[in-house]
């Protein structure tokens, strides 16, 4: 009797593995493509003095214009524009409102360009060693007409260490 049990497990193991050799895997891969542009990157440069965001123009659509709001006021001393791969500066205008500006494209920018924005001498009232300032960042499609959000980028400013 020990004997039958024993071949009859043994049976039903090999049974089971071979059964799921011979079953068919399934392989199912999603492929997420992103149709809009997002804010890729975001940081301080020249000692923390300038803040700036960076932003992947994806799809298939040319980005026309930008919006950058700033969540915490603070006060600049000017906004470059400039292509992110290469550094050279892209042709725009810039138009201040209270706590956001915009920026308007001479050409729309091509899908596939990552455009950097640097807020040059970037003055956050009440500033704070190690304080994080929040970017909310909407773009502009011709097609579209309206302004879509496409991302917040976090900006913390570094704090100071006297070495």
Not at 55 to 78: A, E, Y
Not at 114 to 128: A, L
Request: net charge negative; proline share 6%.
């Amino acid at each position: 009797m020990k004997k039958f049990v024993v071949r009859s497990l043994s049976a039903l193991a090999i049974a089971t593995s071979s059964f799921s050799l011979m079953a068919p895997a399934v392989h199912s891969q999603i492929s997420v493509g992103v149709s809009t542009p997002i804010v890729s990157n975001a940081g301080t440069s020249a000692r923390g003095e300038d803040h700036f965001v960076e932003v992947s123009v994806n799809g298939d659509m040319p980005l026309s214009r930008l919006k950058v709001v700033c969540v915490t006021f603070h006060k600049l001393s000017g906004v470059k524009v400039l292509d992110a791969d290469t550094g050279a500066e892209i042709p725009a205008s810039v138009d201040f409102g209270f706590e956001e500006f915009n920026i308007t494209f001479d050409t729309p920018v091509a899908a596939g360009t990552d455009v950097r924005i640097v807020m040059e001498d970037s003055r956050v009232r009440g500033r704070k060693d190690g304080l994080t300032v929040p970017y909310r960042i909407f773009a502009t499609y011709p097609e579209i007409g309206g302004e879509i959000p496409i991302g917040t980028a976090l900006i913390r400013i570094p704090e100071v260490t006297s070495r």
